[in-house]
């Protein structure tokens, strides 16, 4: 179907004044010559079929402008009415698409998308700080719970060292949460990685492994690595954040005596990292909000995450402009596949 093209709104006016005034000037004049010839009317008195032409046009005219301009007005009043509730912060606000002219459907469009984002904006603040309170209040009593224990003084010497042992591990939870929030709010505000370096990426993965040892070898976790040298440019301490966050998950959601396979590739100006693990794995809906910040399945927490590392390793992979994909089945084990444009300096 042939599509008619828009009418700019300067051109829609003209042609519906036009239009109004054809019709409200035209149509008693044509009544009249209509009744005239017909032989309703004899002997026509000019002053009187004067003054009724003019009376009919006006109110004819009036009456099509009214409900003309009802129909072009009422996107704008209605912009007017959803403009002003924007204002005052309710942007449960929608405006429906109607309108002659693309100029007025266009900013409907636009009024429309603003108040979406708005929203979304609204809601992601309103999230983020309940969930940012919610992380740090609960290692925060932890410690006052455990520090108060420790205040008695009939306390055996075992009980003692749990309590301590306890409030070092919720003060590196806290340490850590503040460090990734920290982070994630740099990387959020950065559109270009600086600070950009020739480094062994093979050698960066393996020392990543090694300082997991202790994690990964009391599980009984084997580990399958098969990687080539690759010499990468990138900044160095970002990218490392990658392979920790997503090696630490993997030994994390793994069960004892697990099996994890790190894979590293480089071909053609492209590097390509398989981190795969036989754990818990994930279902499609847990695998749809992973890279939200503060998503952890498991709401309980007892994974001692908050929710943060796969945020904050998408935030770095899409700097440097590769992608991340992920497979995963639930009791069978999950797959992250890292692609990274590898372009040396020249
Ligand atoms: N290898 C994995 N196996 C199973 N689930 C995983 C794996 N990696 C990530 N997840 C899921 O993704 C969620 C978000 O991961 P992440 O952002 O690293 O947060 P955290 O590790 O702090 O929980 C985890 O809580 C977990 O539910
Ligand atoms: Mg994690």
Redesign the pocket.
Known sequence: MKKIPDLKLSVLFILLIFIIQSISSSVFPLITIIAINLGYIKNPNPVIMLIFILITSIVIGVILAKIISKRVLKPITDLNEATKKVAKGDFNVQIEEIGIGKEIKEMIHSFNIMAKELKNIETFRNDFISNVSHEFKTPLSAIEGYATLLQDDSISKSERDNYIERIISSSKRLSTLSGNILMISKLENQEIVLDKRMFSLDEQIRSCILSLEHIWSEKNISLDIDMDNVIFYGNKSMISHIWF??I???I???PNGGLISVKLKNENDLVTVVIS?T????SEE?KNH??EKF????KSRT?S???????L?KRVIELCDGTIEVE?QKNI??K?IVKLPNVAKT
């Not at 754990?279 to 994930?282: A, K, L, P, R, T």
């Not at 995450?305 to 945020?311: A, D, P, R, V």
């Open positions: 966050n997503i630490s998950n993997a994390k959601f793994t693990d754990g818990i794995g994930m847990i992973i890279f998503y952890c399945a498991d994974n995450g908050n929710g943060l590392g796969l945020t390793v995963s084990g999950t992250f």
